[in-house]
């Protein structure tokens, strides 16, 4: 086996980077009433866009009769070229072709943890749009907005520990200009939801839950 | 009119799509049939035995009673069914599981799960849905004890609906409960 100085030097570099990473618990007030509004004669239809996550399959598999599972930033990021190649409205259709649901799906819950924060705000609208259309009514909606100037250059993986705790590794190196949604505006971008309870945290983030409003 | 090509690729694109059915008696042994990493099928597939994919699989894999696994170097582009599937390779179709799906820590899944218990291990990919079906639901809340808990919390901090079930029927949940602002 031949030792080559560089290779090592890479894996050292990845080792110190996940070392210099810190695993962060924080309390959710968001999720902890979002479990306290279910019932537990009643299961619920679930839509992550987050990556799959061991601990929050689990979760949502104590409530969920079915669960969805997206990884909608990463399908961003390497998007079929296929859902590009007819053009006209190529986000509106890769939203279509990224999360192609039939007429009867209807989501109760939806999980977007802090993707908006990657999203201008056409992208936002169009995603949110596209969503409405297989929700249930009064369907809630769970997300973490930043309010700093920056974010991590990609969204972090949420893990969800209980009904009321989440945890994370901080990011380490690159962020990106943050897109800054505000609580006023931020309705207004998300056609057919309105702001059912929002939580300020202690690390700037701003947990919401939305709820598909009657309107 | 009869043609001798025609004929012959009628015959050709048979033998692309017919049923393979896994002859107990060359392949038995204690860990079940194997399909090697560099065995490639095209067409139906099914038997009475556990089965390790380690090839490529395109069709239908059907082993009701039995387990399928898909080694790391599998590639399987079809539609499992089995009791117990576990998979570590590289998986796009739907997949049926009468216990349970195990997606390993290697494995890379896109498509749809139905089985009353999924088992996602770190690092493993998956994207599509999971179906655990009202039956399994069922049976899995019982063997939960954390499903208990939800329940506890929902019904024992309310005597009143839900909130979110008065949500769900359009009533004015917020309002009816001071608790949801």
Redesign the interface.
Known sequence: MTWTPSNNTEAKQDIDQVASQELVTQSSQALK???????????YAVLDLG????EN??FY???????????LYG?LNSPDPSALEEGGDEVNKSFEHMLPYTKDTRF?IIFVWDLFNYLPRDQLQKLVSHLSKFC???A?LFSLITNGQYVPEHPINFRILD?ENLSYLTATGAERVNTRYKEPNLAKFMPGFKI??TFLLRNGMQEYLF?LS?D | MWKKEDTNSDRSSDSNTQAYTVPEATTRSERGACIGATISIKGDLSGGEDLIIEGRIEGKVDLKQHKITVGKKGVVRAEMRARVISIEGDVQGTLYGEEQIVLGKSSSVRGDIIAPRVTLEDGSKFKGSIDMEPKGTEKMQAHNPMAADIKAVTVGGDSVKSAFDQLQKGEQGAKANPRMG
């Not at chain 1, 009433?33 to 299961?43: E, S």
């Not at chain 1, 598999?61 to 990884?71: L, M, N, Q």
């Open positions: 009433m979002l479990c306290q509004n279910l019932r537990g004669d009643k299961t990556p799959a996550v061991k399959v689990d598999s104590r409530f969920a009769r079915k669960i969805w599972i997206e990884d399908s109760d249930n009514h009064r809630m009904q059912y309870k709820t009657e």
